[in-house]
């Protein structure tokens, strides 16, 4: 976003970046400490690196605080990781009793359409974006734990180099691979009162 305007021969120029996901359709989404802490998750994942090997999966939770109704995050214990895999360990809810888990995101370090070969013997990105059946599976596996089946099922997303995916438990795996938001990063610039 920029606008200028010239005021007794001076141009005011300012100029900002707005951090966003768009349309901001998931109220976690909205709030900015949200979206610093995707970015930073996303620049942790190292994921414009040209050797996919330099590349790792990230996890962090959305929480929000009850009495305050503040979001915040806390990063997961991750076992292991690599450039197409995470193990990680949910957040005990007992752990949180002040807070709802609203939702995990992961990262996915590549581009839709983008495809390489994994750490894994025999195993390879597709390049269609969305969840993987891994990921589809450890969805369902954690709501069936018995600390998660009383209580709000967290949402879990993945963001990836272009756009934010959302896994619907209600849609079979792998049915909807469409982005819910569309991944917007900028560079903010704060120029003021350029002399012409």
Avoid at 44 to 61: G, K, L, Q, Y
Avoid at 133 to 157: A, N
Avoid at 158 to 178: C, E, I, M, Q, T
Wanted: glycine share 6%; net charge positive; hydrophobic share 35%.
């Amino acid at each position: 976003m920029t606008t200028t305007t010239r005021v007794n021969g001076v141009v005011h120029v300012d100029s900002a970046c707005v951090q966003c996901l768009t349309p901001f359709s998931d109220s976690s989404m909205d709030h900015q400490v949200i979206r610093n802490r995707l970015m930073n998750l996303s620049d942790e994942s190292n994921p414009r690196a040209s050797n996919p090997d330099d590349r790792i999966e990230r996890v962090t939770a959305i929480l929000r605080d009850a009495p305050s109704g503040q979001f915040f995050t806390i990063d997961v214990t991750v076992d292991s990781a690599d450039q197409c895999r995470s193990y990680w360990h949910a957040l005990d809810p007992a752990g949180y009793p002040n807070a709802v888990i609203m939702a995990y995101v992961h990262t996915h370090p590549q581009y839709l359409n983008e495809r390489f070969r994994c750490k894994e013997p025999g195993t390879s990105t597709d390049g269609r974006g969305g969840g993987s059946d891994l990921d589809w599976r450890g969805m369902r596996s954690l709501y069936r734990l018995p600390q998660y089946r009383d209580i709000f099922k967290p949402v879990f997303y993945v963001l990836a180099n272009d756009f934010v995916y959302k896994l619907d438990p209600s849609k079979k795996r792998g049915v909807d691979r469409r982005p819910i938001l569309r991944w917007d990063k900028g560079v903010c610039k704060w120029v003021r009162f350029v002399a012409t």
